[in-house]
């Protein structure tokens, strides 16, 4: 992922309603959401809505495709692999051994809550 990629996701990503938005989406998988369901989950209306994805999709983090009358949003995992590989390449000095343990691994959550380190350690014992 080129650097000026990186950063217009992470701009989009750096507002609460764009980053509910897109969390909501990962967590959907590669389905999607309909734009109204995701509206009516957040809260949000409409035009901000839109205005928040559009800005998601302009950022390369979101793609969409039209079902009938709806139009459904999905994450667009590569690209969110990408931007997550692009920030930790460098991770320990590019040596992966030198990292701890959990160092460069995403958190786990169970029933949506996220967990910490000694909580992760105690579930996957």
């Avoid at 999709?57 to 459904?72: P, Q, W």
């Avoid at 990292?99 to 579930?123: D, T």
Wanted: charge should be positive; include cysteine.
């Amino acid at each position: 992922m080129k650097k000026e990629k990186t950063i217009a996701a992470l701009a989009a990503l750096a507002q609460e309603s764009r980053l509910d938005v897109f969390r909501m989406l990962v967590q959907s998988g590669p389905e999607g959401l309909p734009a109204g369901e995701i509206g009516a989950r957040l809260g949000v209306p409409s035009p901000t809505l839109s205005f928040h994805l559009n800005h998601l999709k302009h950022a390369g983090l979101v793609t969409c495709r039209r079902d009938s009358r709806s139009i459904i949003y999905s994450a667009d995992f590569k690209a969110m692999t990408d931007l997550i590989s692009y920030l930790t390449e460098n991770c320990c000095r590019g040596q992966a051994e030198l990292c701890a343990p959990a160092a460069c691994k995403p958190a786990r959550a169970i029933n949506g809550k996220q967990l910490r380190s000694a909580e992760r350690e105690k579930v996957s014992a």
